[in-house]
C-alpha cells in the first residue's frame, strides 16, 4: 500500500532556531515529491518540488532534501520566524495514472514561541 | 498568492439541508479537484476534472456530486447534509504542464469549514 508517513507529529520550536521535518514514503514508481506549507485555516501552498534526479532544493530559508533510494525526504527550516509557525505536508507523486495520483502525509505541525 | 476562491468560509447548517460549495479559479487551469480534510488527518481526494463537461470521483467516497458546465467554476453539492459532512473541503487547481514527468502543481483555495448540525 503507498503511503507517506511524517514525523514528528508536531513540534515546537523557538524563534530563531532551526528544525528539520522528515518524510518517509513508499510510493511506488515515484514520480515527485512536493512539501506544502498550511496555515491554520487555509489551503495548502507549494513550497518545493523534488523530481527522482533532484537531491536538494530551495526556497528562502526552506530546503528540502531527497534520497530516493531510501524514500526518505526531510525540510529544513532555518532561523525559523513566528510565521513559520503552520502544518507542513509532504505530497508524493506516482507514474501509475494519467491524473498522476498524489499521496499525502497528515502533516507536521510546527509552533514557533516568540 | 493563487487565483481560486472558496465560498462560504464557514458554513453551520442542520441535517437534510442542500448546500452548494462555490469554487472559482481566474488562472485558465483545466485541471481543478476538492479534497475533505479532518483536523490532523491527510487531505482525501474526493472529486476531481479534467476540463469542462469531465468530472471524476476520487479516493475517497462521497455522497457529494460536482459540476463543471465552465472552466473557472467547480461547485460541489450536497443534497441533504449529515453530521458526518462535517469537514474542511479544499478546492484545488493545475494546469497541465506537457513536459513534466508527474502532475502539474496543483493550487489551493482556502477551503471551506462546514459543520452540520
Known amino acids: 500500500k503507498n503511503q507517506v508517513e511524517q514525523s514528528p507529529q508536531s513540534l515546537i520550536i523557538l524563534e530563531g532556531k532551526n528544525c528539520t521535518l522528515q518524510c518517509n514514503y513508499t510510493v511506488s514508481p515515484f514520480s515527485n515529491l512536493r512539501w506544502y506549507k498550511q496555515d491554520t485555516g487555509r489551503g495548502p501552498v507549494s513550497l518545493t518540488i523534488?523530481?527522482?534526479?533532484?537531491n536538494t532544493k530551495s526556497n528562502g530559508r526552506y530546503t528540502a532534501t531527497l534520497d530516493a533510494d531510501t524514500k526518505q525526504s526531510s525540510l529544513h527550516i532555518t532561523a525559523s520566524q513566528l510565521s513559520d509557525s503552520a502544518s507542513y505536508i509532504c505530497?508524493?507523486?506516482?507514474?501509475?495514472?494519467?491524473?498522476?495520483?498524489?499521496?499525502f502525509g497528515r502533516g507536521t505541525q510546527l509552533t514557533v514561541w516568540p | 498568492e493563487a487565483d481560486i476562491y472558496q465560498t462560504p468560509r464557514y458554513l453551520v447548517i442542520g441535517t437534510g439541508k442542500k448546500i452548494t460549495l462555490e469554487c472559482s479559479q481566474t488562472?485558465?487551469?483545466?485541471?481543478m479537484y476538492w479534497y475533505q480534510q479532518d483536523p490532523g488527518m491527510e487531505l482525501h481526494l474526493i472529486h476531481y476534472s479534467y476540463g469542462v463537461n469531465s468530472t471524476e470521483k476520487g479516493d475517497l467516497s462521497s455522497e457529494s456530486t460536482v459540476s463543471r458546465i465552465r472552466t473557472e467554476h467547480f461547485p460541489l453539492t450536497l443534497e441533504s447534509a449529515r453530521p458526518s459532512h462535517t469537514s474542511q473541503y479544499l478546492c484545488?487547481?493545475?494546469?497541465?504542464?506537457?513536459?513534466?514527468?508527474?502532475?502539474?502543481?496543483?493550487?489551493f483555495g482556502p477551503g471551506t469549514r462546514l459543520t452540520v448540525l
Open positions: 523534488m523530481t527522482f534526479s533532484e
Open positions: 488562472m485558465g487551469h483545466d485541471k
Open positions: 505530497v508524493v507523486s506516482d507514474r501509475g495514472s494519467t491524473l498522476g495520483r498524489l499521496y
Open positions: 484545488a487547481s493545475s494546469k497541465t504542464s506537457g513536459g513534466s514527468p508527474g502532475p502539474d502543481t496543483q493550487y
